[in-house]
């Protein structure tokens, strides 16, 4: 087993060496004809016209052919903004696209061997790694080890994995032509899915997808005696797979909406934009069961199944950002913050999130149903500083990125809207309560350390008091990890639910409130 | 009331949870809790995860430290080093002193040794204290070839698991017949042994320590076996149980036994001052089947909580309530309610249930009427609230098996070893029992058994 681990290892950082080689081993050639089919129709003579000194030049690094490109695009924008002459601006960046038509490399001629060498490795390796090194280890040990790890306890490989991760999103979100030769060698995948060419979202939406699976492995190894957390993340890797990646792809290829199924709004932010709801409403039977479907979700689906089962049923059973917590961030998870100070920062950010959240939708709304008459281009505006903060920032670069250094729910417990929304209807009106077993606390503190996100678990049971928090995500890892059988996720009647005044079995002495 | 000045030595469970509690019912008091062991409130029973990598010190800490403040507990690390009960002060290891009104005891316990040829060696030592942990550490920094751990009770077996993390050979010494015999019947230490053994631990029952071996820098070398066995060893640790932490009182005037002498109202033989806790022997057991000495986490807890309601309440006898506890050996959980006793008694019913795998089982003693006892359940839940009210009202054994769905503990989609405990029932005592419905997801989703 120790071997497979190490092999496993060995290909896993072959596989990252290339991935982080590949955009640095390519060059560029931009022709009129690329340019030209890869523009809108309405930039298209401009810059044909502008980019002539490009045509036929060969640029031997991403950085030069940007560098090249902001050269003639840059000034020519500027006069026009300096001008005011807002309906000629460009407004769209076409750094990715163009960089993409123009490249040339070992990706674009041989996709798969490029993809099997760098993606390929890194799930092989990965894959092998998991089996090798939680096949092995005994169930006693399961949570033991991660503040002796550098990666999981904030050492030298956790700042490391981290910064790689911030880097990567940082990429991803504002400097994605440097990922063109990356998006080459998934070009086939998307073909074969979508029918349409691979953009810098579908590398990404398969990396992450496998992500959720290789580690998704590992914890059907890991809690290979535990039912709740085996189920809980087959079902995340199913609703990644299935509903997040593949069928809206193959929608696309149908040629319908994008759409992915289990997404909500507030998470899904642009839901209500106006682009979103033209798109329903153009797109036939199918656009319009989307429309009804998302809002259903919204003010059916979030109150009744919370409402029975509590938000796990969404945040560590369906979501994306869950998935990828669970699986890829489950070793990180034990460095949430569970200070006081943490949780009065949580309240206000998450609930100002989805205020923030709620006044951007209504006023888009408002908006669109007045032909843009009202407020004109602000909302716009407001989208555009909401997707760079909230969308991309928060919870790409903070959210995921920042997971080895302070947990794996840093968006899901500080800023995701939806949490929020699902944490009301939790607290307020639902079955769900984590139950303490009578008097066996021990008040050992394995239940507050190993929480995600940052509750302080044991306050409560060594009170005997049930855990209602809004923001619990019900993933059962306190369950798991409490020696004496403390704790136990239950759906149960509301009546007394919230224990004001709990009583620890034991005492007979006297009865107080702990 | 006023405002008496409070001082309890020792900031375990059961003197912080006095100084809690009697915070609540007393805003005027004030408080001041004493530990040379460390600054803050700990949770003992969390040091084997310190060790293990699965906690930090910080998270053994149930409460942050403004709460100390907030709260005006004042907290004082230094050791007492004398105490005069005429002039109420106290003297410490720094050359302090502190006035006291009423002084509350709880100094907790310590490992008992005794008096083996050898046990101050470098590398023998027991777990209790912070500073256990710390040498425990030390001691294991580099690799060694083999530990020996000496007594089969509920801190050598967690010694044993600590020492497995590390991947330390262990050979585990045990007196008795079987592991942890005072407590356990027979199947069930076996079915703890076997799940020991399965990771390497070279367990030896019916074997003691006669003597501890030293090498020239006084460190320990290797142990001498009661049947003359020479086992080498660089670490050797005591876990022969505990015994109350009370050396310090002998040369007063206070009554002290095994530990500090108590009445049911946690009254020492001088007054204004008190003990509880693990420190406290009462007169009398408080309760039936109880011992004059309760060395568990939550007696401590109830023992405080029971005091601080005495100085600000009309003050009550200490009642403990049905007896239960609960343990865990490496993966498997262990928990008990009431009172079953370790030997077979003839003529009195015990019925016990062993799942095929060997890592699960229940075990129901009743009375010569058949009504509930006590249970032990190993690798498997049950509900305190449930058993604890099935013993209180005197249910019967198949009263208890019949409803027993509603007494377990277990998270959702475990298997539904409850099934099976009533078949075994309705087998073994030739009465019915409806066996309870499982509902349509668990029989989908649900573990088999």
Request: charged share 20%.
């Amino acid at each position: 087993m120790r071997k497979i681990e190490i092999i496993g290892l060995i290909l896993f950082l072959v596989g990252m060496s290339v991935f982080t080689i590949l955009p640095f081993s390519s060059q560029y050639r931009l022709s009129e004809e690329q340019l030209r089919s890869s523009v809108k129709d309405i930039h298209r003579d401009q810059l044909a016209e502008l980019m002539q000194p490009m045509y036929g030049q060969t640029y031997t690094s991403t950085h030069s052919f940007l560098t090249a490109y902001s050269s003639y695009f840059k000034p020519y924008n500027d006069e026009l903004k300096a001008k005011q002459a807002w309906d000629q601006v460009i407004w769209d960046d076409y750094g990715f696209v163009l960089a993409k038509a123009a490249m040339d490399g070992p990706s674009k001629t041989n996709p798969w061997a490029s993809l099997g060498l760098s993606i390929g490795l890194i799930v092989l390796g990965g894959i092998m790694f998991n089996l090798g090194g939680n096949g092995a280890s005994h169930e006693s040990l399961t949570h033991t080890g991660v503040f002796h790890s550098s990666l999981k306890n904030k050492g030298l490989l956790g700042l490391l994995t981290g910064s790689y991760l911030i880097l990567f999103y940082v990429i991803l979100y504002w400097f994605p032509a440097y990922l063109a030769p990356l998006v080459w060698m998934v070009e086939p995948i998307s073909q074969f899915l979508s029918g349409g060419p691979a953009s810098q979202w579908f590398l990404y939406g398969l990396v992450y997808t496998l992500a959720i699976g290789v580690m998704g492995v590992r914890m059907l190894l890991k809690y290979r005696g535990n039912r709740y957390q085996q189920l809980r993340t087959a079902s995340l890797i199913f609703f990644q797979t299935a509903f997040a990646f593949i069928i809206p792809e193959v929608l696309v290829l149908l040629n319908k909406p994008y759409f992915d199924f289990k997404n909500i709004w507030p998470l899904d932010y642009d839901f209500f934009y106006d682009y979103q709801l033209d798109t329903f409403i153009s797109s036939g039977g199918l656009g319009l069961f989307m429309l009804v479907w998302g809002i259903l979700l919204i003010v059916i689906g979030v109150p009744v199944f919370t409402y029975f089962y509590g938000k796990r049923w969404y945040c560590s059973w369906v979501c994306g950002c869950g998935g990828l917590a669970e699986t890829v961030g489950d070793e990180f998870r034990h460095l949430s913050d569970k200070s006081i100070k943490a949780w009065q920062w949580e309240r206000w950010m998450i609930h100002g999130v989805l205020a923030l959240a709620v006044v951007m939708t209504a006023l888009t709304l408002v908006n669109y149903f007045t032909s843009f008459s009202l407020l004109g281009q602000v909302t716009n505006q407001l989208h555009s500083m909401y997707g760079f903060a909230i969308g991309s920032a928060f919870a790409g670069v903070v959210g995921t990125g920042f997971y080895p250094l302070l947990g794996n729910r840093v968006w899901c417990r500080f800023g995701c809207p939806l949490a929020a929304y699902l944490g009301l209807v939790q607290r307020f009106k639902s079955r769900f309560r984590i139950t303490t077993n009578g008097g066996q606390c021990i008040s050992c503190g394995n239940c507050s350390t190993h929480c995600e996100m940052g509750i302080d678990v044991r306050a409560y049971a060594q009170q005997g008091q049930n855990i209602v928090r809004s923001s619990c995500v019900g993933c059962g890892v306190c369950a798991s990890v409490c020696p004496r059988g403390v704790l136990k996720l239950e759906n149960g009647p509301e009546e007394d639910r919230i224990h004001e005044f709990p009583i620890l079995i034991g005492n007979d002495s006297i009865k107080l409130r702990a | 009331m006023g405002s008496r000045h409070f001082v309890i030595i020792g900031n375990g469970i059961s003197g912080i949870t006095f100084a809690r509690h009697l915070r609540k019912g007393d805003d005027q008091a004030r408080i001041t809790v004493i530990s040379g062991e460390s600054p803050y409130f700990f949770s003992r029973t969390a040091l084997m995860y310190v060790y293990m990598g699965q906690m930090k010190w910080e998270h053994t800490q149930p409460y942050e430290p403004h709460f100390w403040k907030k709260n005006r507990i004042d907290l004082l690390q230094d050791w007492v080093k004398t105490l005069d009960f005429e002039t109420k002060i106290l003297g410490f290891a720094s050359g302090e002193t502190l006035t006291y009104d009423v002084l509350v005891l709880a100094t907790g316990s310590k490992p008992a040794f005794f008096g083996w040829p050898g046990q101050d060696l470098k590398g023998v030592q027991g777990l209790y204290t912070k500073q256990d942990l710390e040498t425990m550490e030390a001691a294991t920094s580099k690799p060694i070839q083999r530990a020996v751990i000496v007594g089969g009770g509920l801190i050598g077996i967690e010694m044993a698991e600590m020492l497995t993390y590390k991947k330390i050979p262990v050979t585990f010494l045990v007196r008795e017949n079987r592991f942890w015999e005072q407590v356990l019947p027979e199947q069930e230490a076996e079915l703890v042994q076997k799940h020991i053994s399965a990771y390497s631990i070279d367990l030896r029952l019916q074997t003691e320590l006669k003597e501890i071996l030293a090498d020239e820098q006084g460190n320990v070398r290797a142990v001498i076996t009661t049947a003359g066995e020479e086992i080498p060893c660089e670490f050797l640790g005591i876990a022969t149980g505990v015994t109350p932490n009370v050396d310090f009182l002998k040369s007063t005037t206070l009554a002290v036994g095994k530990g500090v002498k108590v009445n049911s109202y946690f009254e020492s033989s001088v007054p204004d001052v008190y003990a509880i806790g693990d420190c406290a022997e009462f007169e009398q057991p408080p309760g039936p089947g109880r011992r004059t000495l309760e060395q568990v986490w939550y007696t401590g807890r109830m023992h405080g909580e029971t005091l601080a309601h005495n100085f600000c309440n009309k003050p009550v006898s200490y009642q403990p309530g049905v007896w239960f506890n609960s343990a865990k050996f490496f993966a498997i959980e262990y928990q008990t309610y009431g009172i079953v006793r370790p030997d077979a008694v003839a003529g009195v019913p015990c019925f016990y249930w062993e799942h095929h795998l060997g890592k699960v089982s229940f075990r129901m003693e009743m009375d010569e009427a058949g009504k509930i006892a006590g249970v032990i359940n190993l690798g498997f839940r049950l509900r305190h609230e449930f058993f604890d009210r099935a013993i209180r009202e005197k249910w019967s054994g198949q009263q208890v098996i019949q409803r027993l769905e509603e007494g377990v503990f277990d998270p959702e989609f475990y298997a539904p070893y409850h099934l099976e405990i009533q078949n075994a029932f309705q087998d073994q005592f030739g009465v019915p029992i409806s066996t309870s419905k499982q509902s349509f997801l668990q029989k989908i989703f649900g573990a088999r058994l």
